[in-house]
């Protein structure tokens, strides 16, 4: 009795712990949003959302032809080598349209035998290079702004709004059914549209621009969508929306390049448990059959 007690008390801590951590959790990111003013954030359409989603090849490669002519000016993609973009699950572009690409970039090699750091021909393996050596630089050309690597950018951002703390409760559990995981892209996709004339009343900093998705609604960087600014290839509309769903779609995969591959080992891990479950309840009624 006093170890079953021992171990119910333990049981009983450990589950208001997690309680805690939850009630913590909603409460410092209902917090952090009333802090910033977080706007509402529609949810979009995603071809790679729910647990069979998978990305558009096609929207893929609109969205790097986004990222290379409008985003890659200010914002870098470290994360991300060019070989990748060839690979599947990704934009799956052709071997040799990737070594092209690489080519087309001056890369930072060495030392050389004299020691000396040198410029040359990019290749598949090397890393997509940023527009800037460092912060630093990055921030002078950028009057003091640094415009972040794009890398893990929907991984790091979210859709917030300013929510009680019982709302956002429900909302994480009804959110894990669906597997909803996509906030992030709903949020940079909210912000890439976002751009308008702001209230009359509002006055904004000098060198700042209105956002309706960015906490507090002012932000540094200027409306980087133009309608007809890129022309596709494949004949998509040249809409702002198109731009940034695009881009968006390439910056969801450029943080999970693997999305798909680990979507279809999660179905076959969870059919293969339910399969050792139902074989496990009936090893346990024929083992038990002859003691009842």
């Not at 890659?72 to 070594?99: D, Q, W």
Request: hydrophobic share 40%.
């Amino acid at each position: 009795m006093r170890g079953n007690f021992k171990s119910t008390s333990t049981l009983v801590a450990r589950t208001k712990g997690l309680m805690g951590g939850a009630l913590a959790l909603a409460l410092g990111a209902t917090a952090a949003f009333a802090a910033g003013e977080a706007a509402h954030i529609d949810r979009q359409s995603w071809s790679f959302a729910g647990v069979n989603g998978r990305f558009d090849r096609a929207q893929l490669q609109r969205g790097f032809q986004v990222y290379k002519e409008v985003c890659a000016t200010c914002h870098g993609l470290k994360r991300i080598n060019f070989r990748n973009l060839a690979e599947p699950g990704g934009p799956e572009f052709s071997a040799e349209g990737v070594k092209g690409l690489a080519e087309s970039y001056r890369v930072e090699d060495g030392p050389n035998d004299q020691g000396k750091m040198f410029q040359r021909a990019g290749r598949p393996s090397d890393p997509i290079p940023s527009p800037y050596k460092n912060e630093q630089e990055a921030r002078a050309v950028q009057n003091g702004a640094y415009p972040p690597d794009l890398s893990l950018i929907t991984k790091a951002r979210s859709a917030g709004e300013n929510a009680s703390v019982f709302a956002t409760i429900g909302s994480m559990l009804r959110d894990i059914p669906s597997g909803y995981q996509e906030g992030g892209a709903d949020y940079v996709y909210a912000l890439l549209t976002g751009y308008a004339n702001p209230p009359a009343d509002m006055k904004l900093a000098q060198g700042m621009n209105y956002n309706q998705a960015f906490p507090g609604h002012q932000i540094a960087m200027v409306p980087p969508l133009q309608p007809g600014q890129i022309k596709y290839e494949d004949g998509s509309q040249g809409t702002v929306e198109q731009y940034a769903k695009d881009v968006t779609a390439f910056l969801a995969w450029a943080g999970d390049p693997k999305l798909e591959e680990r979507k279809r080992m999660g179905v076959l891990v969870i059919l293969y448990l339910l399969i050792t479950a139902v074989l496990v309840y009936f090893a346990k009624r024929r083992l038990w059959a002859k003691v009842h």
